[in-house]
């Protein structure tokens, strides 16, 4: 996910793009870069780095123009780099580029350009857009040249782009990543959200995908690929700063429970291709060292731990490694006993927790190999290991971890399948299943989002309530974990998670009238029947039964004051989905509580201490 910012003004605009990019930091901060236009001449600055470290190196102010675009970074394709930093132009410096998503078909376009002797300076994907506008700007006109490369490239975008030879015109573009105008007083904006403009306009204009709009700084005009003009209803935003950074949503938690399926297509995008799983070059282990693995070890803390838990039951599921799972904390003080064929697999959102830093380097002290699955690039401990591969959920602001966990679950996922096909112990019928099912989860997803009535109506029930327990089996035991830190996180109200079956080993002696059990039981064929049974049990002593069963389920209802349904989907992928209506209902408790959502008590984003 990356931030971009664009400008077409009367009057000078470095300081209103850098105020935007100040804005839109928290989209990405791997680099950044700005570009103006001085005597239809590109004036570009850019570098690796935050927006304060760059601009302290080259100093964006200094660039002077009436029309500009801006990007900070966070990068899909191509390395951090100075090379790879946004803008990008074309060979003849004739247009200028910014771009958030990822273009799928850029290495064929790409192709075809060297055939016609563009030379490119980047790895990214983005640069090829520059490149095929320019390559079309002999024949067409500027707005034409854009629409046509849009109509030729496949994929995810949201564009800012320059002609060097037209520098009354900025155009904005998008499929499928938010791009939004600003319309101002003798100037108009473009910009991936809000709050980046929202100090110089209130006037907004939503583009939907695959419009592109031409702004002048007295005129806005949308057009759809085929060049037919879209008229657009002007909205007026009355949030306040600090509310826009949210986009809109009360907390930052909230808003990133609802980013999830954009967040789970952007961490499997390009990563399933023809059938296979392709990591970028930042996971650096070859085939043949991977079939050599014959045992896992996950190293995490919290959130992160609980997605090594079904990751534990991916692994040894389906591609039957013996897998197991320590507590980071645990893991550094055991001397564990490791060996050459055992890979570390720690798994960070931050990439800065100390314990999981700590056991890493105890891991490393046995000569094993490492991985790492992390959400910030190029942070602790992902220069520590020795692959990385990063979730695409971009900054995770709350401190309760969300989307951070969900696109954990996606990156275990696809590493299952590629060992799974390594070791043979999948048909190719069940790979492809496996692929096509995970491929259908943002979809399912945003289908679990859109319902949450029932879950509404339990926060309103059950937020004064001093206790709960969360119970699952099998993939969903460690979703019966989540869901229980969640709620204990955000509301304060004491939870706990354990395994559905474990209950009548003591913690049913906790039930009664006025404690709400939470049952993860979306229908499968290992336990479904035991745990219909686990329900009776609680519902025999008065317990109140809230559900998370499959659609269709016509047992669980009957026996639970409260069902919310999922989608159907392979047993292991239930766990993806039957996190998110957990995440909602802790925080909608929180809320209900007046508790400080993005950031609770004694809590830290990122424990950095041990
Ligand atoms: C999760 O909601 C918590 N904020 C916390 O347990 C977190 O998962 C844990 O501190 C690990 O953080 P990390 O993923 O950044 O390493």
Redesign the pocket.
Known sequence: MCGIVGVVSGKDVSQKLFSGLLNLEYRGYDSVGMCVIKDKNFKIKKDVGKIEQVNNKVNFLSLHGNIGIAHCRWSTHGGVTKNNAHPHTGSRNKISIVHNGIIENYSEIKGELQKKKHVFSSETDTEVIAHLIESYLDIYTFEKAVREALKKIEGSYALGILCADEPEKLIGARNESPLIIGVGNNENFISSDIPSILTQTNKIVYLEDKEMAVLTKDNVMVFDLEGKEKKKKIHIINWNAEAAQKSGYKHFMLKEIYEQPRAIADTLNERVQNGSIVFGKEFGFSNNYLSKVNRIVII???????AGLVGKFMLEELAKIPTEVEY?SEFRYRHPLLDKSTLIIA???????AD?IAALKEAKKHGVKTLAIC?VMGSS?TRISDGVIYTRAGPEIG????K??TTQLAVLYLLTILFSKLRKTLNKTQIKDMIESIRKIPLQLQSVLDEYDEILKCAELYHNKQNSLYLGRGVNFPIALEGA??LK?VSYMHAEGYPAAEMKHGPIALIDKSMPVVFIAPHDVYTYKKVLGNIEEVKARGGIIIAIATEGDKEIPQKSKHTIFIPKTLYTLSSILSVVPLQLLAYHIADKLGRDVDKPRN?????VVE
Do not use: R
């Open positions: 995490g803390c919290g959130t992160s731990w609980h980071a798994i960070s959102q931050s990439g800065e927790t999981t959400n401990i401190v309760a971890s969300t951070a966990f830190l969640k996180e809590l830290a984003k990122s424990v």
